[in-house]
């Protein structure tokens, strides 16, 4: 079956020190995959997309993720967290043949302390 | 990109009422638009797949008749919720999908229903 697990509901940094959000897949067929945040209160905004091109993707405002097919994986990383960073992201996959529906998974709260 | 509204950004609204919710692409014609309901601190649940013309395509467990959607136009989507109740009572987001397949979100709605 075709699934995504964010590996962690909650991850606390302090701020300055680097974000690793995790996010891995299940399926024999590589996926697109994209990183969606949300602020409180407010819409979902695309922070980054892979469609299979690079497999080191960046995105707004300093985050980047990696796509390793070995590990199935895409997680998130920015090198230094800022305030402005907590919120809660989501990774959300697309596999052929989807007809843009998008399956969102539990997602992931980044808490940012001073 | 391209840019989404709602509107109300909030509502309340009182047992037994009905409540129309409002999504717009405001630079850009939208063939398919996707309703999305969000539980505090939970993920998105898509509700329905709207599309220009047609009969929306409600995903399993959501009440057609409860949740009312419109696609009139190239630019707009209507959620209607019918005689709502309580339970309700949540943040519903919308989505659009532009030529290129890329979606884009709305800043969402606020429904308290009292």
């Known amino acids: 079956a075709q699934s995504v697990t964010q590996l962690d509901s909650h991850v606390s940094v302090s701020e300055g020190t680097p974000v690793l959000l995790r996010c891995n897949y299940s399926?024999?067929?590589?996926?697109?995959l994209f990183w969606y945040v949300q602020h409180p209160n407010k819409g979902l905004q695309l922070l980054l997309k892979y469609t299979s091109a690079a497999t080191l993707v960046k995105g707004i405002n300093g985050f980047e993720a990696e796509f390793k097919k070995s590990e199935t994986s895409f997680h998130l990383t920015k090198p230094s967290a800022h305030m402005s960073d907590a919120a809660e992201y989501f990774c959300v996959p697309i596999w052929g043949g989807n007809t843009g529906k998008l399956i969102f998974g539990q997602g992931t709260t980044l808490q940012v302390k001073p | 990109g391209a840019v989404v509204s709602q509107h109300p950004s909030r509502v309340i609204c009182k047992s037994g009422t009905s409540v129309k919710i409002e999504c717009r692409s405001l630079?850009?014609?939208?063939?398919?638009m996707f309703w999305y309901r969000q539980f505090p601190k939970k993920s998105l649940m898509l509700m329905a797949t709207s599309n220009e013309g047609s009969k929306a395509t409600y995903e399993q467990g959501v009440e057609k008749d409860k949740f009312l959607i419109n696609h009139a136009s190239l630019t707009l989507s209507t959620l209607t919720v019918t005689s709502a109740h309580p339970e309700d009572s949540s943040f519903y987001i919308c989505s659009a999908t532009t030529s290129s397949n890329e979606q884009f979100f709305g800043p969402g709605t606020r429904l308290t229903v009292l």
């Open positions: 399926s024999s067929y590589s996926p697109s």
């Open positions: 630079d850009f014609q939208a063939t398919t």
